[in-house]
């Protein structure tokens, strides 16, 4: 059997009784994360474009985009949601490829409330369309410039259409087929709106492939080959796509949880610096020079003097700017006001970014290191190989709701935040998705 075939036979049968607990407890959590950032993202200022950007040519009214107060078409909700929990910068990521849910649920969500799917039917469609996302996108293709992220999430975005949509096996390899012709994204494009827009397509376009599959075009089976001509010059081994599919632990549980609004290349070094800055008590004035270490992949956030706030999601300089001033970092410090803010400007100057060119060219490479030297010649360094929220470490229920609260306060009010954060709880018993989403939206 081909590895489309044991694909496409494992979305296909695949149900809510055949998913262990342990995974639809975390796939909740992360559609707890991703709603949150569908929330925040909706008042950034790319979310606001893309509203705009869609209304302007609206006329539909069949889904709501979270966050946003406004029912859109099909493609403009899912569009829209693609954008706005990128623009958050709270995506979920497994690595080295970075293949990520923001893929998954800014699609689920839409089709879920336009056909009055259940929780059961989003956590099953959005489990699947993540476990067959990871397995196929396993293999990091950074090395070539290419954005993993929606390169192969366009595959996960088609198959969690494909689920609810509950097409048959040669509709699902259809839709496969048709989803890796619109596979893009590029490194290239980190720090600008485009990082956005390449997610948000692959949301979209995902939507697309399963709806044309299911009005019958056809798209190749061969992804072997497809899969073959990209990783050309990588280490791969395709047996490892369907091996233990549906059988032993859900790849689901690769993912990473993020927990600061910033590129998740800095994650590692942020949780470094705030385990320093607590031992120490230490201030932006009691700093001489932050040393961050990194591959060469992770050096794209080597940026000192970041020229807009979406550029400062992705500079290291920063993000440990504003960790020394305020001990903290969260969506206000992506701000006009926090970019020219004197201290953090001044505390940018002493982060120095070192790459090791012999490290893995791949996101999160090596083992990361951060060595802050103190004015009175003091040096603190730390070692990490994943930040807290990989699957070496993985955070809590509580910790999760902590995330969802963080991230929401700015926007719904706390009474708000109390109800929706029981609906996403109990997801899995939630009857018909369109009252849940009613409510975010």
Known sequence: MTIMNEIAEFVYRTEFKNIPQETVFFTRALASKIIAAMLAGARTIAGKRAVSFAGDMEKSMEASAIGTGRRFSLENAVFINGITCHAAELEDDQFPSATSDITIFPIAFPIAENIGA??????????????????????????????????????????????????????????????????????????????????????????????????????????????????????????????????????????????????????????????????????????????????????????????DTEDARFSFHHIMGALMVDGDIDSQHFTNEKMADERICAARKKVNVICHENWPAEFMSGVARIDVTLQDGTVLSEEKFQARGGPEAPLSEAEIETLYRKYTRSVLPSSMIDKTWGRIAALDRVDHISDLVSLLA
């Not at 798209?219 to 990588?234: A, F, I, K, N, V």
Request: proline letters at 4%.
């Open 118 to 307: 259940s929780g059961k039917d989003l956590i099953t469609a959005s489990a699947v369309g993540i476990e067959v996302m990871h397995r196929v996108g396993m293999f990091p293709l950074s090395s070539k410039g290419i954005t993993d992220l929606p390169f192969y999430g366009v595959i996960g975005a088609a198959v969690t259409a494909a689920k609810l949509y509950k097409l048959n096996p040669d509709q699902i390899k259809s839709a496969i087929g048709i989803s890796i012709g619109r596979a893009g994204g590029y490194i290239v494009n980190f720090g600008t709106d485009a990082h956005y827009i390449e997610s948000a397509c692959a949301c979209r376009d995902g939507l697309m492939a399963a709806r044309l599959a299911q009005l019958g075009m056809s798209g190749t089976s061969d992804l072997e080959r497809w899969l073959t001509q990209m990783c050309q010059g990588t280490k791969f081994d395709l047996n490892r796509i369907t091996e233990g599919l549906g059988k032993t632990k859900w790849r689901v549980h690769e993912t990473w949880v993020k927990k600061y609004p910033c590129c998740f290349l800095t994650h590692r070094h942020i949780d470094m610096m705030l385990d320093i800055l607590s031992k120490r008590a230490a201030g932006d004035s009691d700093i001489f020079r932050i040393d961050i270490h990194v591959g060469p992949v992770d050096n794209v956030c080597n940026r000192p003097e970041p020229i």
